[in-house]
């Protein structure tokens, strides 16, 4: 079984920064691709950014593309979102998810105010 426990959300102002961590219980995290997913209030859940195993490669949303950056420590089992220049419209709740699983997190709120 595989747990995933985000941590980092909050109130932020537009402009602002926040990073986001998502750690992991198991022996396999290195082995996975990870990523993040965010569900804003009526809307469906959207992909975000994900990670390869080795973190060699990474994948962007448009809509979060040169803003957010997401890395890894597979030492630690962790995988973070680092949000820059936020916006109202990044307001949402934040999923951590083991790639090509139903391994999701709780979620963390966002909150971004104008």
């Known amino acids: 079984q595989v747990q995933l426990e985000e941590s980092g959300g909050g109130l932020v102002r537009a402009g602002g920064s926040l990073r986001l961590s998502c750690a992991a219980s198991?022996?396999?995290?290195?082995?996975?691709?990870m990523s993040w997913f965010r569900q804003a209030p009526g809307k469906e859940r959207e992909f975000v950014a994900r990670m390869s195993a080795s973190g060699n490669t990474t994948i962007y949303a448009d809509s979060v593309k040169g803003r957010f950056t997401i890395s890894r420590d597979n030492a630690k089992n962790t995988v973070y979102l680092q949000m820059n220049s936020l916006k109202p419209e990044d307001t949402a709740v934040y999923y951590c998810h083991r790639w090509g699983t139903n391994y999701w997190g709780q979620g963390t709120q966002v909150t971004v105010s104008s």
């Open positions: 198991g022996r396999t995290f290195s082995s996975y691709y």
